[in-house]
């Protein structure tokens, strides 16, 4: 099993920048890709940022020049810098980690951290 743990989430107003961080820890063997998926009400869930075990990105449309993600391999943790927030950033946002173990994936999830961006 593997335990992922968010923070960082919060309410900010317009323009201004969060960074949210995930740490992955139990019985952890390979991780591959990393990332950060986000909920609005009423929406579904979209991709917002993934990052590959080799550092490749991707990130949706909405948010690319805005947000960065990076992870930090040597502790587990994927990070995602939220630059000029717009109040349609408004949501909880997922982490998720791709683990393989004896060559099988699972994709593990956070519990989401509550980010809110007032107008």
């Known amino acids: 099993q593997v335990q992922l743990v968010e923070s960082g989430g919060g309410l900010v107003q317009a323009g201004g920048s969060l960074r949210l961080s995930c740490i992955a820890s139990?019985?952890?063997?390979?991780?591959?890709?990393m990332g950060w998926y986000r909920q609005a009400p009423g929406k579904q869930r979209e991709l917002v940022a993934a990052?590959?075990?080799?550092?490749?990105?991707n990130y949706a449309d909405s948010v690319k020049g805005r947000f960065t993600i990076s992870r930090d391999n040597a502790k587990n943790t994927v990070y995602l810098q939220i630059d000029s927030l717009k109040p349609e950033d408004t949501a909880v946002y997922y982490c998720?980690?791709?683990?393989?173990?004896?060559?099988?994936?699972?994709?593990?999830w956070g519990q989401g951290t509550q980010v809110t961006v007032s107008s």
């Open positions: 139990g019985n952890i063997f390979i991780i591959n890709t």
């Open positions: 998720y980690v791709d683990h393989v173990y004896n060559y099988r994936l699972q994709t593990y």
């Open positions: 990052v590959t075990s080799g550092g490749n990105t």
